[in-house]
């Protein structure tokens, strides 16, 4: 139960690390990828645009009209048939001489969405006449453009213009680009998981250890509270089983009442440790047969407050205060050591109370006989609303009669057996408080 509460929350956590890291490394993997496809477009457009630059007419001096309509109508065939949307030719005084647009729609729109944009904002291109290559990637409906800029020198080094191009990178260029973005983040996202992969098994080698040290504790913490339980019980009726029989009785009213597990184990703890305190009462008073005089009934109250010392000292014990101090509180405000009433009781302690009483009415106790099953459902009835909290009381009428069959047939190694499961239910599972 454990174990695979642990093997669940690691693969939860492993899983959403996984998401999280491969989105974060495939996003820094994508931009790193960006100048890769920036490079093969612009490798790309560099070969196109040198194809065009072989005939030098572009940039000779007093072109006649008719030699520049011809030029221009040869640039508009390299737009048709090649990969650029926008050419522009320049002199070295970045004077423009030659200007053609594609009219493809998908270049029509990069000019819409990025170029003109990016004019009017007063971003023109001047910045980018430079004498090196100089560049912009956008994207256009998922297509990658590249704007950019070559200085044009002739042999002696000499600057006689400058090409503007807007290049769109075409279906198969795209495809390229595609691949080189999923294999990347196809290698982020399973590098992490090899990585997650990994942990899993070292994390929980780790875990083992811990939950078998967190269950030794465990055992060792409700071992010393059966003992001391244990302890104080034989002192007054000679075995253990009566705080066996309360914690049952309890523990199983508290379960048709859906406590939550928390409270759960501070009620249990409470019904171990609820008599603790007798252990400062002496025996003369504690084993007396008859009925105790005023002054010895005092001294019996005090088992409350020695209880409430005893265990208030421990953090570990300390949930059981609830029960120690108040389980001889009566709703009605009768009861002691601080006469609570209703709701003022906890409500650990009221559930306890009902159970104490009802194992103290069907035992045999040092000054009585136990009474009959009977007898002592109608002795807590007439006592609802004045020692019992009615509410709690009704439900816990309507389970006794099959409770109490089960615990009055079972020999005493049988009750321990039964309150040692209910005990297990409720501490060895994750939340360890
Ligand atoms: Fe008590």
């Known amino acids: ?28 993997a994508f931009f790193i990828k960006l100048e890769q496809i920036d490079d093969l477009v612009q490798d790309l457009a560099i070969a196109e645009s040198k194809q065009i630059l072989k005939d030098k007419r572009y940039f000779s001096p007093n072109l006649s009209e008719q030699e520049h309509r011809i030029l221009t109508e040869r640039l508009n065939n390299h737009i048709e048939n090649g990969n650029f949307t926008v050419l522009e030719l320049y002199d070295a005084e970045v004077k423009k001489l030659f200007e053609v647009d594609s009219k493809n729609a998908d270049a029509m729109d990069a000019h819409d969405n990025y170029i003109e944009p990016k004019e009017k904002l007063g971003k023109a291109n001047d910045s980018m006449f430079t004498d090196n290559i100089t560049y912009e990637r956008f994207f256009v409906h998922g297509r990658v453009f590249l704007q950019y800029v070559v200085p044009l020198f002739d042999g002696s080094h000499k600057k006689y213009g400058y090409l503007e191009g807007v290049y769109r990178a075409d279906d198969h260029i795209m495809e390229d680009i595609w691949n080189i973005v999923i294999e990347s983040l196809l290698l982020v996202v399973a590098s ?24 030794d504790l465990s055992d060792a913490n409700i071992g010393m509270l059966e003992s001391l339980g244990s302890a104080i019980a034989k002192r007054d009726s000679d075995t253990s089983s009566h705080n066996y029989r309360v914690t049952i009785y309890a523990v199983t009213l508290a379960e048709e009442l859906g406590l939550e ?4 184990r501070r009620l249990i703890k409470g019904s171990f440790l609820h008599d603790i305190g007798k252990i400062g009462i002496s025996d003369n008073i504690l084993l007396k047969p008859g009925k105790l005089t005023d002054e010895e009934f005092e001294q019996m109250k005090s088992h409350v407050t020695h209880g409430s010392d005893i265990v208030g000292k421990y953090a ?5 205060v609830d029960v120690v101090a108040n389980h001889h509180e009566k709703y009605d405000g ?3 050591l601080e006469s609570l009433r209703g709701e003022d009781i906890p409500y650990n302690a009221r559930i306890f109370a009902i159970a104490d009483v009802f194992d103290a009415l069907t035992s045999k106790r040092p000054y009585k006989e136990p009474f009959s099953y009977e007898k002592t459902i109608e002795i807590l009835t007439e006592s609802s609303g004045k020692h019992f909290d009615p509410k709690i009381l009704e439900v816990f009428i309507d389970l006794s009669e099959q409770l109490y069959d089960k615990v009055r047939k079972s020999e005493d190694e049988v009750l321990e057996k039964i309150m040692h499961d209910l005990v297990r239910k409720f501490f060895y599972t994750m939340n360890h408080s």
């Open 192 to 215: 992490v998981f090899a990585t997650a992969i990994l942990f899993y098994p070292i994390v929980m080698a780790m875990n083992k250890d811990l939950i078998k040290l967190t269950g």
């Open 316 to 320: 570990w014990l300390k949930d059981a």
């Open 261 to 264: 597990v928390e409270e759960m």
């Open 334 to 336: 009768s009861g002691y």
């Open 1 to 28: 139960m454990v174990v695979r509460n642990i093997h669940k929350r690691l693969i939860t956590r492993l899983f959403l690390g996984w998401i999280a890291l491969s989105v974060v490394l495939g996003i820094a």
